[in-house]
């Protein structure tokens, strides 16, 4: 069993260019979250999703998007790159009917914009 | 919204040594407060939980306290060993609704234990 995997590990990136950062997990849990990590700041929540088909904002959510089409799958999109998205980034799942809100965090994609 | 403040930033003790790292919550509704562990290029990982109808918690060497008055929880380390070495964070939720359970983070305490 994987857990939840990420995708890419690091990028480098030109301002203005779109991309993609793929997460996926096979533990079948309804909710993902997307964090960003910045030194000193810890992790901020950029967008959620409660179960497939629907997802929210976080903290930090201007210039991201995301989307649940499915389970497992959470990708989180960047329109248009700029400076200060560079970070690195965590995907989460957990499972919100238990309790205790446990997340399970992905190895993370270090990504830089220049 | 809520915030959540971590301190000290960084921390250094010896082997052996216990280890403290305090965390206040602005949000009197938050009722979960986890703490991760986070070793160097990996994602932060739970160690351990408390909520809030409970004082405190322990794990074997970790344990964690929470008032709830004061709107502050600790995380406690004993015989600290050199793989406790890593970056620890607070946080804090509340509700059953999943956006509302969505965790906020302290900055972080980076731990080094010297051999």
């Known amino acids: 069993i994987a857990g939840i995997t990420q995708a890419p590990t690091s990028q480098i990136l030109a301002a203005g260019r779109r991309m993609t950062l793929r997460c996926t997990q096979d533990?079948?849990?309804?909710?993902m979250y997307w964090y960003r990590q910045d030194l000193g700041l810890g992790l901020r929540l950029i967008h959620y999703?409660?179960?497939?088909?629907?997802?929210g904002k976080g903290e930090v959510p201007d210039g991201y998007s995301v989307s649940r089409a499915n389970t497992d799958d959470f990708p989180l999109t960047l329109a248009s790159a700029v400076p200060s998205q560079t970070s690195v980034y965590f995907c989460?799942?957990?499972?919100?009917?238990?309790?205790?809100?446990?997340?399970?965090f992905g190895p993370g994609t270090r990504l830089t914009v220049l | 919204g809520e915030n959540v403040e971590q301190h000290p930033s960084t921390l250094s003790v010896q082997e052996g040594d216990s280890a403290v790292i305090k965390c206040t919550y602005s949000?009197?509704?938050?009722?979960?407060f986890p703490w991760y562990k986070q070793e160097l290029g990996k994602g932060p990982q739970l160690i351990i939980d408390i909520r809030s109808n409970v004082g405190e918690k322990k794990d074997q060497r970790i344990a964690v306290t929470l008032n709830k008055t004061a709107k502050h929880f600790s995380l406690h380390i004993t015989e600290t060993q050199p793989e406790d070495s890593a970056v620890y964070f607070c946080a804090a939720s509340k509700g059953m609704d999943t956006g509302r359970r969505a965790l906020t983070f302290g900055s972080g305490t980076r731990l080094q234990v010297q051999p």
């Open positions: 999703s409660n179960t497939a088909g629907t997802t």
């Open positions: 989460a799942s957990s499972d919100a009917t238990l309790p205790r809100n446990e997340q399970f």
């Open positions: 949000d009197s509704a938050s009722n979960y």
């Open positions: 533990m079948r849990h309804n909710a």
